[in-house]
């Protein structure tokens, strides 16, 4: 069972766009919401995390937007680049449980 | 600090050879997870240990698939036999403990290909 989903599956934008990855969960119990960024051939690593209690996060040009009735939510990139060009996955975990749901993952290319 | 270590690299074996893949979390992180990466199914959490100790195995796939951790510096996660369908990235992650905040660190992973 899926409980963490996550479109789209690929994204293509222009240098200095906006993408928006967007999620979906299930699991009331999840509390916490990190954001992993992985290039090819490493492994992931943590981009930006938010918890339920705040509607967005901001991190330099990674922003999360949080809808806890809804129960989705979605990370935003500002003024993409190049190097930003990577594989995103959402993931969600419960409190106290390090047990990490990951969605399946964006693949985003920047193109210059 | 070297971060999470893991090896080998890369993996050729054939079909039904048994394979070890090896990972050395970061000192002081007392919480290891090994995941499993393919394109078909993304990122599944197979194994996690807490203090050296197995607390949700629940992901492991099926029982050719069985991870140790004997000390707090090194974990194995041995398949035998392998079969083509096991071929994928396989990451070891470790943190700092159960609080749920803290960060899993990843290693490189050891990419497995079962001919």
């Known amino acids: 069972q899926q409980q963490v989903k996550q479109s789209p599956q690929s994204l293509i934008v222009q240098k200095g766009g906006i993408p928006i990855i967007n999620c979906a969960y299930e699991n009331t119990a999840f509390d916490y919401f990190p954001w992993y960024q992985q290039f090819p051939g490493k492994g992931p690593a943590l981009l930006i995390a938010?918890?339920?209690?705040?509607s967005e996060k901001k991190e330099g040009r990674f922003t999360i937007s949080f809808n806890k009735s809804a129960k989705q939510f979605s990370l935003h990139i500002m003024d993409s680049q190049p190097g930003d060009s990577a594989t995103y996955f959402c993931a969600a975990r419960s409190g106290g449980y390090q047990k990490v749901t990951f969605g399946t993952g964006t693949k985003l290319q920047v193109i210059p | 600090d070297a971060g999470v270590i893991q090896s080998p690299r890369h993996e050729v074996t054939e079909m039904g050879q048994e394979v070890t893949l090896r990972c050395k979390p970061i000192?002081?992180?007392?919480?290891l997870f090994w995941y499993r990466q393919t394109m078909m199914r993304g990122l599944e959490l197979l194994i996690y240990?807490?203090?050296?100790?197995?607390?949700?195995d629940s992901g492991m796939p099926e029982d050719r698939f069985s991870a140790k951790m004997p000390n707090a510096s090194f974990s194995t996660l041995k398949i035998q036999p392998s079969e083509p369908r096991d071929s994928a990235v396989y990451f070891c992650?470790?943190?700092?403990?159960?609080?749920?905040?803290?960060?899993?660190?990843f290693g490189p992973g050891t990419r497995l290909t079962v001919l």
């Open positions: 938010i918890r339920p209690d705040v």
């Open positions: 992650a470790s943190s700092l403990g159960q609080d749920s905040n803290n960060e899993q660190f």
């Open positions: 240990f807490n203090n050296n100790v197995p607390i949700d």
């Open positions: 000192s002081g992180h007392n919480s």
